[in-house]
């Protein structure tokens, strides 16, 4: 038995750290993004924070309805059928482009409305106006970035969903390299190029997207022999009308719930920025530097969506026991791996503010949001895991009601009425609202104990 663990935590952990390093590297790079546009001012950190505010519900739409597909992918492959891997490709880049253009569009023609509902003044008039002249600044840029940075996303998901992470990993650290040294040019004006401030971080990020793309799709299609299922994958868009159907079914609620959750975030970011744009400007702090650590359960959680569904698609209800059992193991991996990364972000909590450009009070609270997110850590984790355990045998009915229901049923409500109705100081608030999770937490335990998820739907 405990060579049997020593396997599978080798399996785990095959899987899990090129995507931890991936989403390191990448969050690490923000997080430097983030410190030189906060270098130029408070106002343009501000306006990058609300457009990416914005963008992270577009992002989480995308990333929702290809992972309704994934599903289909991890299974698919655990059988070896290559042509229902090809069909699942070709079913992602298709919704991958109908969800960029219906975003770009809703986003182009109300910004102005979107950007105002988080510019809540608690100093001058020329704050808010500052903040939404950057803000559709960088969104207009960044635009261009997103039709690279969706078809990214769809060889990425593929290429994991058959287990390979290296080469996603591989393709976003050049891109974050690329993305860099853009920032440093491009924002500041270095080598001769205009200082264009956040013009140029959002400029950065678009090229880094059609790096990343590009080195993705040369790989896939010159290593066919790897991945057969990307043999004449563009010949055509044909995908069988039942997988169609499977694929709406499943993956709908799933596209659903995270533009629910993730709008239901923005909408509670909304809420918080009442008390002014120092929130805003706190929260943007605390998300980016939480963000580098929160890597730890994420990449865990994908990890624990490739493993469980691949194990659905070779076992199905056949080893039930096994496949619960092994989603337990992934659990409890993922919190204790929590529990380490987020007492090291709790004790240095105190440095990371210090580095922006930006007030006293704004470095103060947002160390404190920090401290809240580390302490917080091991019960994400907990969430994460269940969350991509159920969402692997393909309920995703289960996981909307689990995900995004909670948030707008719970989280929000309570938000508001403390905004609203109280004097509590925004971080107490920030705390009571994310104490209500641990009910989430034990939904999660239930449905993940009932093993109602074991489903092999190919």
Known sequence: MREENKRFLKRTLIIALPIMLQNGVTNFVNMLDNIMVGRVGTDPMTGVAIVNQLLFVFMLCLFGGLSGIGIFTAQYYGKGDHDGVRYTFRLQFLLAVLLTVAGILILKFNDRALISLYLHEDGGIGEAAATMSHARAYMNVMFFGLFPFAIAQVYASTLRGCGETIVPMRASMIAVAVNLIGNYVLIYGKFGAPALGVVGAAAATAISRVVEVGYLAVHAHTHTEKYPFMRAVYKSFYVPGRLVKNCVIKGT?????????????????????????????????????????????????????????????????????????????????????????????????????RIYNTSDEIRLLAAGFIRASALFMPMYAFENAAYFTIRSGGNTMITFFFDSCFTWLASIPLAFVLVRFTGLPILTLFVCVRLLELVKCGIGAMLMQKGIWINDIT
């Open 253 to 353: 609620p799933l596209l659903v719930n995270e533009a629910l959750w993730a709008g239901g975030e923005a909408v509670l970011t909304q809420i918080y920025s009442q008390r002014g744009l120092s929130v805003i400007s706190a929260f943007n702090i605390s998300n980016t530097i939480s963000g580098v650590f929160n890597v730890a359960f994420i990449a865990m959680g994908n990890a624990t969506g490739i493993i469980i569904g691949q194990e659905l698609g070779a076992f199905g209800r056949t080893d039930g026991k096994r496949v619960k059992r092994d989603a337990w193991k992934l659990t409890l991996y993922s919190v204790i791996l929590c529990v380490f990364s987020g007492l090291l972000l709790f004790l240095l909590a105190g440095y990371f503010p």
